[in-house]
């Protein structure tokens, strides 16, 4: 049975309701937080990452947080901050930010969903899958800047490429 068949009979469809459903089907490790938020451990390539996914019924946005540690050396932080400019460049969706206080590199994206518009469970899967997919592209350059001295344009090379494996 496909994710989105579980959801058939359901006339109210709450969009966290439908990420646990696919935690559960995906096998993550998941914690419902409150009836709006969830957070989960997506295993990948390069490591594990934390995954945040909170429904704002105020503003109809399901929001999504992907972070990952990172305690890069103080005296590369310019750096760090050129390539996420970089980075942040050539993504159409989400963007990277750090965290400095709490040391950690984070995807943010928002889906609005207003009007009343339910995203399905594919949708979310793929969001799910975009934001590992785009963390595991990029995790290789920002650790190049940060721990080995390699200038963020040339890290930038070695993203240039599709990472392999999946969330």
């Known amino acids: ?42 295993e990948a390539q390069w490591r594990s990452y934390s995954i945040t996914l909170a429904w704002s019924p105020m503003d109809e946005t399901l929001r999504l947080i992907c972070t990952f540690e990172m305690d890069p050396p103080e005296a590369r932080m310019s750096e760090i901050y050129e390539t996420l400019n970089r980075i942040n460049d050539t993504c159409w969706a989400g963007a990277f930010t750090f965290w400095e206080e709490q040391r950690l590199m984070v995807w943010r994206y928002g889906l609005v969903l207003a009007g009343g518009q339910i995203a399905s469970p594919e949708q979310i899967d793929r969001l799910i899958a975009v934001a590992v997919g785009t963390a595991e592209r ?8 940060a721990w080995a001295d390699r200038a963020p344009a040339d890290a930038m090379q070695v993203a240039i490429a599709e990472a392999y494996g999946h969330a």
Do not use: G
């Not at 995790?139 to 190049?144: C, D, E, G």
């Open 1 to 42: 049975m496909s994710v989105s068949e579980e959801f058939v009979l359901s006339d109210e469809l709450h969009p966290i309701d439908i990420v646990e459903t696919l935690a559960e089907y995906r096998d993550w490790d998941f914690d419902r937080i409150t009836d709006d938020q969830i957070t989960m451990q997506v």
């Open 138 to 145: 990029f995790y290789p350059a920002f650790q190049l800047v």
